[in-house]
């Protein structure tokens, strides 16, 4: 249902950016909601960014005005943008593709900021 691509590498130091991607295996504008989790060591799974069918957003607090999730529907894709990474950042990132029937999750992608 979707696998997620990382662009650039997992490590990065504080301050810095980096982008994730996922990929859809259908067209994202059928999918209701597509979007990332997140789980920092030793804690659980908490919610990070998601996008709708019809383009509209969601961040968490700890994210909101540092990160951006976009899409491109021609490749079937949705990117999270991170910038201004601080070490509290540091987590395995899931990719995710919520449908009411199911969700479908993606390999996770370990996201490491450095001081």
């Known amino acids: 249902?979707?696998?997620?691509?990382?662009?650039?590498?997992?490590?990065?130091?504080?301050?810095?950016?980096?982008?994730?991607?996922?990929?859809?295996s259908e067209s994202?504008?059928?999918?209701?909601?597509?979007?990332?989790?997140?789980?920092?060591?030793?804690?659980?799974?908490?919610?990070?960014?998601?996008?709708s069918n019809i383009g509209s957003t969601y961040y968490s607090n700890s994210v909101e005005g540092r990160f951006t999730i976009f899409r491109d529907i021609a490749k079937n894709t949705i990117?999270?943008?991170?910038?201004?990474?601080?070490?509290?950042?540091?987590?395995v990132y899931y990719c995710y593709v919520w449908k009411p029937s199911n969700t479908y999750w993606g390999q996770g992608t370990l996201v490491t900021v450095s001081s």
């Open 28 to 51: 994202i504008s059928n999918i209701h909601i597509m979007g990332w989790y997140r789980q920092p060591p030793g804690k659980g799974r908490e919610p990070v960014a998601t996008i």
């Open 79 to 91: 990117h999270l943008q991170m910038n201004s990474l601080d070490r509290e950042d540091t987590a």
């Open 1 to 24: 249902m979707c696998s997620c691509r990382r662009l650039g590498g997992g490590l990065v130091q504080a301050g810095g950016s980096l982008r994730l991607s996922c990929a859809a």
